[in-house]
Every structure is written in structure tokens, then in C-alpha cells.
């Protein structure tokens, strides 16, 4: 697995896999990275030829900056992990690298980012963003892009993004992957306390109670809902009769 830090050497590395219209595909991730990241690179690795993974902790999307500060880093395990799970190339770019002096652009998608995560983080998060993962995919140019079902608005908004912007890359979900306990892994997960853990824990819990108590409430084996009551044997007794 190739490193490269700047778009000039990722472009360079690229180029032979574009003249031979070899298949190209990126998962964006900001590191810390754990079985769920690794997930979408395996699948990467059986849908194309080339795959991309890029390591970068965007500063536009944190509201806060400790909160940027403290985001867990090690890019030396995460490029171990990377290259195990078929990475041709993890893309490392710095700051500046991404947001150069004098960058002015910011791409924002309106309406689907106003509720849920947006209403909570305010509008400079998905902001952030959609304006990292557009500079993702114009610096990568990849066929596919892979993203985890976990962050279920965030794929909502860049399928949005990138329909309204008719960019040519395939937008590719795949399934959340949990702990063992049923918590989403998160390379946030790192920084819950035992308490913050016991409280995130609760919403899988609430998930898979409703799963059973919806399965309990399903219709018969057949697909058809059984009624009773409905006039009592005899009623029975003269349906069966009408078949006949």
C-alpha cells in the first residue's frame, strides 16, 4: 500500500489505473479507524480494481475546537489496518493540504440538514461535511464511494450532494457493524465514559425490543393476519360448507 500526502502525488499515482479505465473506489474515514471502516474496504477491495482510503480528521465539521483537539489519532495503526483490509493507497493529506491559504468555497446542501444531527450540531457541521467530501471525491475521482449505514443522514445528504451536483460516482451504504454489547462502532467510542456508554447503549436496546415486539405482533405463517370471534363456530361451520 502506497501513502501519499498531497492531490499532485495522488493524481500521479492514480493515472495508470484511469488510462486503463481500471474501476476506482474510496472510503472516506477521518482514522481511528475499527470494523466498520474495515468493512467498507474489504467490500471496496471485491467491487474494484483500485482502492483509495482517506485518513483526514476535517476541521470543518467540529463545532468545537477540543472537541477537534481530543479526536483520536494514530496513523500508524490505521495504515496497518488499512493495508490489511486491501488498501492500494491511503491518502493523508494535511490541513493545509485540503484547505490551502485563501480557500473560500463551502458547498451546503439545504433542507434534509437542517433536522436531526444538523438541528443539534448547527449548520457549519454538515456544511463541513459536504464540502470535504466534495473535495474527496474531486481529488479522488472514484467510481464508488463507500459509507456506513450508521451515519444514515450523512449518506442521505451526500446522495443528495451528489445527485443535485451530477457527479459520476456510485454512493454505496453498507450495514452498521456493533459491538458485541449491540453499541454502532464509532471511533468515538473510545471517548465515552462508563456512563456515556450505558446511556448510548440504550438506543440499540430500544431498536431490537421493537424488532421482537413487531416480529411477536407479525401475521401467521402464511402472511395472512388470523381472525377469531367473527360469528363463532357456526360461521365457521357455513364457510367451510360455501367452499365446497
Known amino acids: 500500500m502506497r501513502v501519499v500526502r498531497t492531490v499532485a502525488e495522488l493524481r500521479e499515482t492514480l493515472a495508470p489505473a484511469r488510462r ?15 470494523e466498520g471502516h474495515l468493512s467498507l ?12 482510503v482517506s485518513l483526514f480528521v476535517n476541521p470543518a465539521q467540529f463545532n468545537e475546537r477540543a472537541d477537534l483537539d481530543r479526536y483520536p489519532r494514530d496513523e500508524r495503526r490505521d495504515s496497518g489496518l488499512a493495508a490489511a483490509a486491501g488498501a492500494d493507497v491511503l491518502f493523508a493529506p494535511s490541513a493545509e ?43 479522488v475521482l472514484p467510481d464508488a464511494a463507500y459509507f456506513g449505514q450508521k451515519d444514515a443522514q450523512q449518506v442521505v445528504v451526500i446522495r443528495r450532494l451528489v445527485a443535485d451536483l451530477n457527479l459520476p460516482v456510485q454512493i454505496e451504504a453498507l450495514p452498521t457493524v456493533r459491538e458485541p454489547d449491540g453499541l454502532a462502532m464509532s471511533s468515538r467510542n473510545a471517548l465515552l465514559s462508563a456512563s456515556e456508554r450505558e446511556r448510548a447503549l440504550s438506543l440499540s436496546t430500544g431498536l431490537r425490543a421493537a424488532d421482537r415486539r413487531g416480529r ?29
Open 41 to 52: 474496504a474489504e467490500r471496496a477491495r471485491r467491487d474494484c480494481d483500485v482502492v483509495v
Open 216 to 244: 411477536r405482533r407479525a401475521p401467521g405463517r402464511g402472511g395472512r393476519p388470523r381472525v377469531r370471534g367473527a360469528g363463532g363456530p357456526r360461521h365457521a361451520r357455513a364457510a367451510r360448507a360455501a367452499r365446497r
Open 97 to 139: 493540504e485540503v484547505y490551502p491559504a485563501g480557500f473560500a468555497t463551502s458547498v451546503e446542501v439545504l433542507g434534509v440538514t437542517e433536522r436531526l444531527e444538523g438541528a443539534a450540531r448547527g449548520p457549519e457541521h454538515f456544511r463541513g461535511v459536504t464540502t470535504v467530501v466534495t473535495k474527496l471525491l474531486c481529488m
Open 20 to 34: 486503463e479505465g481500471l474501476r476506482i473506489g474510496l472510503v472516506p474515514t477521518m482514522g481511528a479507524l475499527h
